[in-house]
């Protein structure tokens, strides 16, 4: 069965500082991996997925996220923060062939202005 | 373009009432899921339809919960005799193909309360 784990409960940081935001999965399988982040009384908003190729995948509102194999982590960046990226981040995956996503259970980012 | 919408957004039921949640997918999305939110928690698989096929539903938690996409799009979530445990954000999510690498896309959710 697949897993994921965000070991932070919530990530504080200064505006205009790098933010990171940790994840790491076990699947069996090539994994598919997926960012999403939620917005109060919104649902769960698409930032970026890995499916293969560069390790390094760009996605909306300026984040990126580097998918590590031998780390089997899949850790979400942004250069420089803003006070709107303030929201609860969820990592997910899903193993090759088999469309349910598991999710983490959340990180809460706070950017301090 | 209209997203995923889910009615209604709220519902408080008294335990044992059942309960009937909608989901109306982005028009042409093959697939459409079900999932459960715990406060303070990541959302949790219930149930995966293609088209009007269940394909999946090893994550219903119980005989209780039962799902439906008759016609391949609209679908609903039904929840009977509902218990204080079944308290949580019930999400609808959809993706345009059958495929696993395809995001998906979430409604706002449906809190329900049961007193």
């Known amino acids: 069965a697949q897993s994921v784990a965000q070991p932070e409960d919530q990530v504080n940081v200064a505006e205009g500082n790098p933010l990171t935001v940790k994840c790491t999965y076990s699947?069996?399988?090539?994994?598919?991996l997926f960012w999403y982040v939620q917005y109060p009384n919104r649902g769960l908003q698409f930032l970026l997925k890995?499916?293969?190729?560069?390790?390094l995948v760009k996605g909306s509102y300026g984040f990126e996220a580097e998918f590590n194999k031998s780390q089997t982590s899949f850790h979400l960046k942004k250069p420089s923060a803003l006070v709107s990226d303030s929201a609860l981040y969820f990592c997910?995956?899903?193993?090759?062939?088999?469309?349910?996503?598991?999710f983490g259970k959340g990180n809460q980012v706070v950017v301090i202005p | 373009g209209a997203g995923v919408s889910q009615s209604p957004r709220y519902k408080v039921a008294k335990r044992g009432q059942d309960v009937a949640l909608r989901c109306d997918p982005i028009s042409g999305h093959v697939s459409l899921f079900w999932y459960q939110q715990a406060l303070g928690q990541g959302p949790e698989f219930l149930t995966y339809f293609q088209n009007e096929a269940q394909l999946d539903k090893s994550g219903l938690p119980s005989d209780r919960f039962f799902a439906e996409r008759p016609e391949g799009s609209v679908s609903t979530l039904k929840i009977q005799r509902t218990q204080q445990e079944d308290s949580a954000v019930y999400l609808c999510?959809?993706?345009?193909?059958?495929?696993?690498?395809?995001?998906?896309?979430f409604g706002p959710g449906t809190r329900l309360t049961v007193l």
């Open positions: 999510a959809s993706s345009f193909l059958g495929r696993d690498d395809n995001e998906q896309f």
């Open positions: 997910a995956v899903s193993p090759y062939g088999n469309n349910r996503l598991a």
């Open positions: 890995y499916i293969t190729g560069d390790n």
């Open positions: 699947v069996s399988g090539n994994p598919y």
